[in-house]
């Protein structure tokens, strides 16, 4: 009932960027925060960044001089601007959302994109 689509993912070179974007659909009421997780092969899943509907927030410390999250409360998206990309950032990228729905009765869920491939060659 709640849709989470990403795009914007691919293949750039090292010191290049790319832009994600996340856009949730379906019966959404309204959504609390939104972010970003990554894994890479054989590591664990990390919190990239994260934005509560105030607009306040966190990146890991890896990230934080270099990606810049922003959301669209009255789109229900999120983007993550991703400038001076690193090999290391090399990803599955999901997007999640904590959706707040009201029917059948009021609940507060997360849902989550499907992912979304980054890959920075050196």
């Known amino acids: 009932q709640v849709q989470l689509v990403e795009s914007g993912g691919g293949l750039v070179q090292a010191g290049g960027s790319l832009r994600l974007s996340c856009a949730a659909s379906?019966?959404?009421?309204?959504?609390?925060?939104m972010g970003w997780y990554r894994q890479a092969p054989g590591k664990q899943r990390e919190l990239v960044a994260t934005?509560?509907?105030?607009?306040?927030?966190d990146y890991a410390d890896s990230v934080k001089d270099r990606f810049t999250i922003s959301r669209e409360n009255d789109k229900n998206t999120v983007s993550l601007q991703m400038n001076n990309l690193k090999p290391e950032d090399t990803a599955v990228y999901y997007c999640?959302?904590?959706?707040?729905?009201?029917?059948?009765?009021?609940?507060?869920?997360?849902?989550w994109g499907q992912g979304t491939q980054v890959t920075v060659s050196s």
């Open positions: 934005i509560n509907r105030g607009g306040s927030t």
């Open positions: 999640y959302a904590e959706v707040v729905r009201l029917r059948p009765v009021p609940k507060t869920e997360v849902y």
């Open positions: 379906g019966s959404i009421f309204s959504i609390n925060d």
